[in-house]
């Protein structure tokens, strides 16, 4: 019984493949690529503007001690060295310099984020259209699935119901022999397969019924069996 259980199935990876629009997919493959890809090129540009933030900070420091140097000689000299002046001058650069590269970067930051988000729009829209696919598909594979357990159960119940027929028979002809416990304990332990079968295989309510009908047929044999020993 238990290796009739174990007979393969339909499989719905398969059974999908086979039924829904590979190009759904290979565009949702695109999709996760392609957003993989500029969430790639964001993190690089934020590292980036990161780094060269920092860069500007230090040069935005290094400028306002050159200010102070520069005021403080001034101040004593009423002229400013040319040394000084050369480095406020290629600080000053560099920083402008960084101004524009950050700006640039932030603008480059935009255009990914915007490219990102229609990557976005279009995965969602992918993802939708695969699903309203995919609804029809599971109910088809439901009811397939549903038709390989009613075989399963078939089979089991092809094989145990004989055997209780047999073990039914058995314990009502030879009652009286020496073995009508053993027959009986057989007879009631394959009732018990036979009722989990059902309960496994069928719906809740359908099996319900038939263990009521089991139950009475059961208890209405019990008590003409009974009624003849006395």
């Known amino acids: ?99 524009k590269q950050d700006q640039a970067i932030s603008q480059e930051i935009t255009r990914l984020n915007a490219q990102l988000n229609t990557l976005l729009e279009g995965k969602r829209e992918a993802d939708a259209e695969v699903e309203k696919q995919r609804e029809p598909v599971r109910k088809e594979f439901s009811v397939l699935l549903r038709k390989h357990n009613l075989f399963l159960a078939g089979l089991q119940l092809a094989v145990l119901v004989p055997l209780l027929l047999l073990a039914a028979w058995t314990v009502v002809k030879k009652r009286a022999g020496i073995f009508f416990p053993i027959m009986l304990a057989s007879g009631l332990a394959l009732l018990v397969g036979v009722a989990q079968v059902i309960h496994a295989w069928f719906p809740s309510r359908l099996f319900r019924y038939i263990l009521i009908i089991v139950a009475i047929g059961v208890v209405v044999r019990l008590l003409i069996f009974f009624v003849r020993l006395v």
Do not use: C, W
């Not at 829904?20 to 090129?41: C, G, H, M, W, Y």
């Open 1 to 99: 019984i238990d290796d009739i259980a174990t007979i393969p199935g339909p499989a719905y990876d398969k059974f999908e493949q086979e039924r829904l629009d590979p190009v759904l997919f290979s565009n949702i493959r695109k999709f996760e690529t392609d957003i993989a890809r500029v969430n790639r090129q964001l993190a690089e540009k934020k590292s980036e503007q990161l780094i060269l933030r920092d860069s500007t900070q230090s040069l935005e420091k290094t400028i306002n001690h050159l200010l102070d140097l520069q005021k403080t000689t001034f101040q004593k000299t009423g002229v400013l060295p040319e040394a000084e002046q050369k480095a406020f001058n290629a600080s000053m650069n560099m920083f402008l310099d960084n101004q």
